[in-house]
């Protein structure tokens, strides 16, 4: 009886580690390193302080976080507000593309279509719960790092046939 627990001690420790080393091997904990655009945004980890143009004088949080071995960043816009969204980017192919989960309660996507230095230019490349040619949605938006505490976002809304431009200042605070 003995050598049976012994037997069987030693199957599941032996089954343990290989299945522990075969898992490990499958998901390495390396961080991901991709476009030169999603390396940029990794770059704005932390938190800032935002003041937008719709918004005067109110002063909202914007956080950065990246996530899955360094392949996507996930953004969180006026953090805690009733209209909090949230934009998640990552490479498509190569591209940086972001899916922007908006409070209008639709999820346009958007690809970087140019990135001079230190800005990245996204335009409209789909999206769900939009029409885009009749439904209020964001049709851009342009990213400029103006140094690693200052960033500034222009969002595009695509209206009722009209453009309206929205500005939002970031500061960095951690």
């Not at 909202?60 to 816009?77: D, F, H, K």
């Not at 999206?127 to 200052?150: F, Q, R, Y």
């Amino acid at each position: 009886m003995k050598s049976k627990i012994t037997l069987l001690t030693t199957a599941i420790t032996l089954f343990a580690t290989v299945f522990l080393y075969t898992y490990a091997g499958e998901h390495p904990e390396t961080n991901h390193t991709g476009s030169k655009e999603l390396e940029m945004m990794k770059s704005l980890a932390g938190q800032w302080n935002a003041d937008s143009s719709s918004m005067p004088g109110k002063t909202l949080l914007i956080t950065y976080e990246v996530t899955s071995s360094g392949s996507a960043v996930v953004e969180t816009l006026f953090k805690g507000e009733p209209f909090e969204m949230v934009t998640i980017y990552s490479d498509d192919e190569g591209t940086l593309s972001m899916n922007h989960f908006c409070s209008l309660k639709n999820q346009p996507r958007m690809k970087v279509e140019s990135a001079p230095e230190n800005m990245l230019h996204f335009r409209y490349s789909g999206g769900t719960n939009i029409d885009s040619k009749v439904d209020a949605h964001m049709h851009a938006m342009d990213l400029t790092i103006i140094d690693e505490n200052t960033v500034q976002h222009a969002w595009s809304l695509f209206k009722d046939g009209e453009t309206s431009i929205n500005q939002i200042q970031l500061t960095r605070i951690l």
